[in-house]
T-cell receptor, first 115, second 116 residues
Framework: GAVVSQHPSRVICKSGTSVKIECRSL??????MFWYRQFPKQSLMLMAT?????????EQGVEKDKFLINHASLTLSTLTVTSAHPEDSSFYIC???????????FGAGTRLSVL | AQKVTQAQTEISVVEKEDVTLDCVYE???????LFWYKQPPSGELVFLIR??????QNEISGRYSWNFQKSTSSFNFTITASQVVDSAVYFC?????????????FGAGTRLFVKA
């Protein structure tokens, strides 16, 4: 299957700092990428849909100024958690859609811990 | 409305047993896709299968098989002769076309424990 790389895998930061997470499709171009958040023992919650060259579409209840998404190229989307607080601690997972198959391939996730 | 229900929260089996994970979905669209993903303890979601709404053929891949029944809106997943390495959380997902593209929602997941 296609490969999606997500970096970093784990980050610990102080409250008030910003954290950037990168999501790259390594062997295919992805016009659409997705960002999910997963709480312990729960399902994936879609945060936003990222379309290359345009603004991301955020799900209801997700603060777009808090979670900045940039999809500047066909292989890279970034999620920046701005002014992180302990309640932002979570597992964030990105996925990239392989259009020809309409399959989402997922990154390994980033575990964010805000102290 | 789009909805995916995985009623089994946790299943525990002994190695070599067969196990079926249930998935029931709701959609008003005639065109949609169904998926199964595996999430091992490492956290990464691993794609297992995709089915489109027009293809009701069941599929077998090694020890894995899937039963798609449109009449009951179900897409069940069976692991034959389970192994310890099958221990993971399994998610069923539904993808529909909305304005702006496809959107995928996930069921709550079924945590499978396979004991040696």
């Amino acid at each position: 299957g296609a490969v999606v790389s997500q970096h970093p895998s784990r980050v610990i930061c102080k409250s008030g700092t910003s954290v950037k997470i990168e999501c790259r499709s390594l062997d295919f171009q992805a016009t659409t990428m997705f960002w999910y958040r997963q709480f312990p023992k729960q399902s994936l919650m879609l945060m936003a849909t990222s379309n290359e060259g345009s603004k991301a579409t955020y799900e209801q209840g997700v603060e777009k100024d808090k979670f900045l998404i940039n999809h500047a190229s066909l292989t890279l989307s970034t999620l920046t958690v701005t002014s992180a607080h302990p309640e932002d601690s979570s597992f964030y997972i990105c996925s990239a859609r392989l259009s020809a198959e309409n399959i989402q391939y997922f990154g390994a996730g980033t575990r964010l811990s805000v102290l | 409305a789009q909805k995916v229900t995985q009623a089994q929260t946790e299943i525990s089996v002994v190695e070599k047993e067969d196990v079926t994970l249930d998935c029931v979905y709701e959609t008003r669209d005639t065109t949609y896709y169904l998926f199964w993903y595996k999430q091992p303890p490492s956290g990464e979601l691993v794609f297992l299968i995709r089915r489109n709404s027009f293809d009701e053929q069941n599929e077998i891949s090694g020890r894995y098989s899937w039963n798609f029944q449109k009449s009951t809106s179900s897409f069940n997943f069976t692991i034959t002769a389970s192994q310890v390495v099958d221990s993971a959380v399994y998610f069923c997902a539904l993808s529909e076309l909305f304005t702006g593209g496809f959107k995928t929602i996930f069921g709550a997941g079924t945590r499978l424990f396979v004991k040696a």
